[in-house]
C-alpha cells in the first residue's frame, strides 16, 4: 500500500478532531437547548462552536495540523 503525497490529508489530524468533536457538542447542545427553549443556552452553544473553531485554528498552528510531520513519517 503506498501513500498518495497529493493527498492533503482531509482533516486527519489531532487539530481537526479536537475542533469538529468540540463543534459537535456546541450543536448537540445548542439544538436540544433551543427545542427547550432555552435561549441563553442557545447564544452559549454558539460561542462554543467559535471556540471549536478558535481551538482547531491554534493547535494547527502549534503544530498539531495536517501540514504538521509526524515522526512516523
Do not use: Q, R
Request: no cysteine; net charge negative; glycine share 12%.
Amino acid at each position: 500500500m503506498s501513500i498518495d503525497l497529493s493527498d492533503p490529508g482531509h482533516g486527519h489530524s489531532a487539530a481537526a478532531w479536537t475542533a469538529v468533536i468540540i463543534m459537535l457538542a456546541a450543536f448537540a447542545i445548542g439544538t436540544t437547548a433551543f427545542f427547550f427553549e432555552l435561549v441563553w443556552l442557545v447564544w452559549a452553544s454558539f460561542g462554543l462552536l467559535i471556540a471549536g473553531v478558535i481551538v482547531g485554528y491554534i493547535l494547527s498552528k502549534v503544530g498539531y495540523g495536517v501540514s504538521a510531520t509526524s515522526p512516523g513519517h
